[in-house]
Nanobody, 125 residues
């Protein structure tokens, strides 16, 4: 059974830009047709989807967050990383990594089957 675990600083400043890492166990991030994604949920708001890095290393980003995000991976460690290119106090949220198992023709994920427990990130002003 695949397991995902987020790690990273709980309190960040706008600069330097923070990153979060998801460590995957029980499965490989290079397994065909799996998509490794990041999602955040601010307090009292709905989830926001950043995008994903696919099994073959290709990436897809949500149009609304594309300019502020990059996702990369380290296959030797079975990890993938979310790099936030800019943060504000409004960026405080619980950040989740998850595995997608289906994408639509536009590249958007339509099904997730495993989640990390989430990590709280707060942003100092």
């Amino acid at each position: 059974q695949v397991q995902l675990q987020e790690s990273g600083p709980g309190l960040v400043k706008p600069s330097p830009t923070p990153s979060l890492t998801c460590t995957v166990s029980g499965g490989s991030i290079t397994t065909n047709w799996h998509y490794w994604t990041w999602i955040r949920q601010p307090p009292g708001k709905g989830p926001e989807w950043f995008g994903y890095i696919a099994f073959n290393g290709s990436t897809y980003y949500s149009p609304s967050l594309k300019s502020r995000t990059s996702i990369s991976r380290d296959t030797s460690k079975n990890q993938y990383t979310l790099q936030l290119n800019s943060v504000t106090p409004e960026g405080a949220a619980v950040y989740y990594c998850a595995r997608g198992v289906e994408a639509d023709p536009r590249g958007r994920l339509v099904a997730l089957d495993a989640w990390g427990q989430g990590t709280l990130v707060t942003v100092s002003s």
